[in-house]
């Protein structure tokens, strides 16, 4: 156990299939979400606190920074979302091998870009 | 057996277990208030309000964001384990990476205690 072996697991070496991707960025998401809490928790505690903080959150915030900055939480929550009912869908033994993960894959990813667009146009357009 | 002092749960399949439940929760939770917005685009605050104060929805909020510690602890432990480790950034790893959880776990009680008191402080 305490001889050295050989690793190599240099990633940047590779080329990663679309599942790697997709898991990579679940936990990118992952990771990010963490921190959108405070920003959620944030939001809601203005949005109940006064009538004024409604009106702020219910008029999409003014400033354009604050509207990529929700947008930015509310998309990693809609992929880390999609892709983790992808895994439930695996660990009931659906697109567990390459070839069918590689198109569940496909198809979160799809459903996820679609889904992230949507909150895109219902903060900056709508 | 090795068993991890740091991981929610003290067990891969119980993790994995609460992982998922957890999940359930938060999903139910997105669901209900994106469906709520929906079918109420004139919401005013008042009614924001009194949904958010009724006891049912405040079981359910608060239901979430325990969800949300645990789903958040698990999932950033396995994080932390797999990237700040002796073998990726040498010696100091184990020191930081109690540092990165300790910090992780702190952040995430923040979360339990500020949920609970917007919403009932409100």
Known sequence: MTKKRPVNLDVSTFRLPITSYVSILHRVSGVALFFSVAIFLWLLETSLTSDQGFEWVGN?????????????????????????????????????NFESGQLTAKIAAAVATALILSIGGWIFIW | ???????????????????????????????????????????????????????????????????????????????????VTVRLIGPKATIVRIFFQLSMITITLLYVVWAIDILWGM
């Open chain 1, 60 to 96: 999409m915030f003014g400033s354009p920074l604050m509207q990529f900055v929700v947008w930015a939480c509310l998309s990693a929550l809609a992929y880390h979302m999609v892709m983790g009912l992808r895994h439930l869908v695996m660990d009931m033994g659906y697109g567990e």
């Open chain 2, 1 to 83: 057996m090795v068993t991890s002092i740091t991981s929610l749960g003290r067990s891969g399949l119980s993790d994995w277990m609460l992982q998922r439940v957890a999940a359930a929760v938060m999903t139910a939770y997105v669901i209900f208030i994106t469906a709520y917005l929906m079918v109420n685009p004139d919401l005013s605050y008042e009614q924001w309000r009194g949904l958010h104060s009724s006891l049912p929805m405040r079981m359910f909020s608060l239901m979430t964001i325990l969800s949300i510690a645990a789903h958040a602890w698990i999932g950033m432990w396995c994080v932390f384990t797999d990237y």
